[in-house]
């Protein structure tokens, strides 16, 4: 019989860790009412998630994707608020005295597009998920 091991984040290389980051950021979106894209594009193009959610003009609260009307106010009067998103995902260090993490960062990473985010994925030694967002 075959058995699974528990699964160890610390096992993963370098492209599946950053593979499995922005799939845990799509999951967390989602589950906050935005829809989720990875784009056809993203073969490195410093965009890995591009998300919208709508927000209403009447109001301004936000409203999941697909409300036809504003769950607030009720308005039908909703625009979409897109975001593209750069995900870095690392590692604390196991080890050591300083549990230290880092992000490779190049400048193109950091867009000066207000509709741009820069978020990082990082999971300390137990596997427990921190979320850093620029």
Known sequence: MLSLKAFDIYRL???SLGKYGETRLAE??????????APAFSLDS???LVAFKK??????????WQEKSCENC????????FRTIQVKTSLIEKGGTDKSFA??????????NSHHFLIGMVYDVKGKEHTVCC
């Open 103 to 112: 992000f490779n960062f190049r400048p193109k990473d950091l867009f000066t």
């Open 13 to 15: 290389d370098k492209h």
């Open 74 to 81: 009720q308005s039908a009067k909703l625009k979409k608020i």
């Open 28 to 37: 967390i979106l989602g589950e906050k009412g935005w829809k989720v894209y």
């Open 46 to 48: 410093y965009v890995d």
């Open 55 to 64: 927000k209403c003009k009447e109001c301004n609260a936000k409203n999941s």
